[in-house]
Each structure stands twice: as C-alpha cells, then as structure tokens.
C-alpha cells in the first residue's frame, strides 16, 4: 500500500517545489500516483535499465545544488509533473498518449553526459548531468521539450528529418515554452528562450530564441526551400518564429523581464493572438491535421485549419494564423 503525500523539492532551477510523492512503509518515494503513476529513477551514472527508484526518510528532496544526488531527481519530477498538468488543463489531454498513465524519468545518465532527451521505447525521460556533472539537463523547459517529443511520437508522428524534423523540433520548442508560462514559477519565468537555465553555452546563453531563432548562430528565421537540409534543431526556428509573432505579434516587446524583438521576413507587421489561443491552434494542428511527412506548407495548411474549427474562419485567431505564417515566409 502506497499512501499519496506532497513532498519538498529542493531544485537546481525552480526553487523550493511542491512534489507528489508516496509513502511506503516508512519510505517516502518519488511516485506520484496522482499523476499516472509518475516515478523518477537514479541511474547513478548508468546508461541503461531503471536503476534505483529514488526514496528519501524525510520527504525533503535535495538541496538545490548539484552536488546533492537528490536535487536532478527533484527537477525531473517537479518537470514531470508541471508538464502531466499543462497539457491536462491546457488541452485535456491525459498523460503523453492521452491513455492516463504517466511515463518514468531517469537522471544521472552516464557521466558528464550534456543532453537529455525522450526514448518511445522504453517510454521514458532520461537527463544527463552536464559537464562537471553539477549542470543537469534538468531545466522545465527541457522537461517540456523532451516530453514533448513522446506526444509527437503519438500524436503527427511528424518524422526527425528534412521540413517535418524541424516542425517536430519546433513543437517541442513550443509546449516546452507552453510548460515553462504554465508552471508560474518565480525562479524560472516563462520565456521564449529555450533552455537559457542549464547555461550548455557556458555564458548564460540559451539554446534557442524563438522570436529571432538566428541568433542562436544557426537557426533560420524564416522558409526557404532547402530549410529542411538543415539540422533538425536548426530547421524548427522558422516555426518557433512563427509561433511567437502568433502569441505576441512583430516588433520589441517585453515579457517577464524579458525584452524581444521579432521581426518579420516581408517586414509586414503581424498582431499576436495570444499565447493562449497560439497554444490551442498548434495542438489541434498537431493532433487532428499534421502527419509523419506534414511540410511548412502543410503545417501553414493544418494551423488554419485548426484556427477554423476552434475560432472559426472569419475570426481574428484565424487571420493572425495566416498573417504569422507570411511573416515566416510561407503562403501570402
Ligand atoms: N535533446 C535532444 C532533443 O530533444 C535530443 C535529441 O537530439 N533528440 O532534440
Ligand atoms: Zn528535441
């Protein structure tokens, strides 16, 4: 018999946590029953199998460092479970296959391993601990962007190369980001930046920027042909770019501190929606209309279908989904 209790996270990046967690015997577990059955592994520098479930006497978990064994296990459950809630109470959707049962997570992958990343296989999430094995891969939105991958999987099926590789990159990017507004959290605010906590760049840098995906040095900002003959990660900027003129239009902006400056590739302004309406339309496009070989065409196509059925044709939501999209230089 397991009891269900709240737990403390001490975590590297978002503070001082409420965790599901269950009381077994006289050992506290990181099992969130509530939430599918949630459960986060310490691989203890292992790379395979589930090696040990983490269990603690006191159901304080970690210290928030990353020299405390405990703290990456608090982030990936604390990760696991804002993203079970954004996509519960965004969408209605129930778990990664919408079937109610949660996936596993696994940290202190390998040694000085920098990545993370969602495995259909074994239906789990795995973190690396960063070089120095103090910077875990642990961050909400790398959380969100890994799980993500697992509903794509499920959902579009959209294939990890050429044009759909880079939409399948970008919607991780997208309800990553959804997952980072979602949790709130005072310690790791929502941005469009991805991954700017787990510093892989060693300067504070993020990984990527969704209002102007070529600064990161690599990503384009906009559709050519032969966009897809770039690496995945690369290929996904001109529809994070195009998710962030939808949310919150061209232009500087700021947002949580956070200052923008989006522009577009005809230098047409475009008005925002709104990242909440944003949000809607690329999950219905994602879950109803994309597929395996879905292009940026086809993706342009899928979000205006959506934006129809959710808000219909003549609304606002949908011309914004058309306005966006020219803005990344696909359709008129
Ligand atoms: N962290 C990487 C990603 O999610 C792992 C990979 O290359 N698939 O994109
Ligand atoms: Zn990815």
């Not at 519960?88 to 940290?107: C, E, L, M, P, Q």
């Not at 690599?218 to 529809?239: E, I």
Request: proline letters at 1%; hydrophobic letters at 30%; aromatic letters at 10%.
């Amino acid at each position: 018999y397991q009891a269900i209790k709240t737990g403390t996270g001490n975590t590297q990046y978002s503070g001082t946590v409420t965790l599901g967690t269950s009381l077994s015997g006289s050992t506290y577990q990181l099992n969130d029953t509530t939430r599918g059955g949630h459960k986060t592994y310490n691989l203890n520098r292992g790379t395979s199998g589930t090696g040990t479930l983490m269990t603690d006497a006191d159901d304080v978990w970690g210290d928030g460092t990353g020299s405390n064994t405990q703290t990456a296990g608090a982030d990936a459950a604390y990760g696991a479970q804002e993203t079970w809630d954004f996509y519960k109470n965004t969408f209605g959707r129930s778990g990664i296959r919408n079937d109610g049962v949660a996936a596993y997570s696994r940290v202190h992958y390998s040694s000085g391993y920098v990545n993370a990343f969602w495995d259909d296989s074994c239906f789990c999430m795995t973190y690396g601990d960063g070089s120095g094995n103090t910077h875990a891969l642990t961050s909400l939105d790398v959380a969100g962007h890994e799980m993500t991958h697992g509903v794509t999987s499920n959902t579009a099926g959209l294939e990890y190369s050429d044009e759909s590789g880079g939409l399948n990159e970008a919607t991780s990017d997208i309800f990553g980001t959804g997952v980072e507004f979602y949790a709130n959290n005072s310690n790791d605010v929502g941005d469009y930046l991805v991954g700017e906590k787990i510093d892989i760049n060693g300067d504070g840098s993020p990984l990527r920027y969704m209002d102007k995906p070529s600064k990161d040095g690599g990503s384009a900002d906009s559709w050519y042909s032969g966009v897809g003959n770039l690496d995945v990660h690369y290929s996904s900027g001109p529809a994070n770019h195009m998710f962030y003129l939808l949310s919150e239009g061209s232009g500087t902006k700021v947002i949580n501190g956070v200052t923008y400056n989006s522009p577009t590739s005809d230098g047409v302004a475009v008005t925002g929606i709104g990242r909440a309406a944003a949000l809607q339309v690329w999950y219905k496009a994602l879950t109803t209309y994309m597929t395996s070989s879905t292009n940026y065409a086809d993706a342009r196509a899928a979000a205006l279908r959506a934006a129809s059925d959710l808000y219909g044709a003549n609304s606002t939501q949908y011309a914004g989904v058309g306005n966006a999209f020219a803005g990344i230089n696909v359709g008129s």
